[in-house]
């Protein structure tokens, strides 16, 4: 169980896209159809905004999107808000109801 | 409203043992699979183990750094998980999180307690 890779930090302006990948392995990421992602605010406790790789929770914005391709999965941020200031978690199920974790990626809005 | 409120963490000296709880109140907990993540200060988050609903077997599984020193079990009669973890070392320092296994497949992990806080020093 290696951890995926993430970019340790992403930054746009207000009202721009950002993208943060996440690179695992066929035994992780590529191997199934369940990343997820975790928004985490400073101090905060991380809350789900993207399951099984695009489909996003009860309540969060469409400006949060997910992808997947190959062994990478992608998140993306449309239309950048100052509220989207957060460390961002990509998680991915690597078989028998166990998961990995990336190293998590801070986005700062400038 | 689904709540999650994880309690026992404090300073223990390396080798040492420590019990962490759970309590979960606003969904049919019988039914629910359950995870503990950690947080060591100023990283990510690591995913410390699962436990399966009893119905499921209460099976429990557990990534590599903790896997046979620590226990992940459940007390259905009190809405309860537990994460039992032995032989503490410093890298165990983390706030320990508790959160409720969501998805038709059981993929994600869709409620999380507010977290509870380990320090492993002598």
């Known amino acids: 169980q290696s951890a995926l890779t993430q970019p340790r930090s992403v930054s746009g302006s207000p009202g721009q896209s950002v993208t943060i990948s996440c690179t695992g392995s066929?035994?992780?990421?590529?191997?199934?159809?369940?990343v997820s992602w975790y928004q985490q605010h400073p101090g905060k406790v991380p809350t789900v905004i993207i399951y099984?790789?695009?489909e996003r929770p009860w309540g969060v914005p469409d400006r949060f999107s997910g992808s997947k391709s190959g062994n990478t999965a992608s998140l993306t941020i449309s239309g950048l808000q100052a509220d989207d200031e957060a460390d961002y978690h990509c998680?991915?199920?690597?078989?028998?109801?166990?998961?990995?974790f990336g190293g998590g990626t801070k986005v700062t809005v400038l | 409203e689904v709540q999650l409120v994880a309690s026992g963490g404090k300073l223990v000296k390396p080798g040492g043992s420590l019990r962490l709880s759970c309590v979960v109140s606003g969904l049919s907990f019988s039914d629910a699979w359950m995870t503990w993540v950690r947080q060591a200060p100023g990283k990510g988050l690591e995913w410390v183990g699962r436990?399966?609903?009893?119905?499921?077997?209460?099976?429990?599984d557990y990534g590599a750094p903790v896997k046979g020193r620590f226990f992940i079990s459940r007390d259905d009669s009190k809405n309860s998980t537990y994460l039992q973890m032995n032989t503490l070392t410093t890298e165990d320092t983390a706030v320990y999180y508790c959160?409720?296994?969501?998805?038709?497949?059981?993929?994600?992990?869709?409620?999380w307690g507010q977290g509870s806080l380990v320090t492993v020093s002598s």
């Open positions: 998680c991915a199920y690597a078989g028998r109801y166990t998961w990995v």
């Open positions: 066929g035994s992780d990421v590529g191997g199934f159809n369940f």
């Open positions: 959160a409720v296994i969501l998805g038709a497949r059981a993929t994600y992990f869709g409620y």
């Open positions: 099984d790789v695009d």
């Open positions: 436990i399966s609903s009893e119905t499921d077997g209460a099976t429990t």
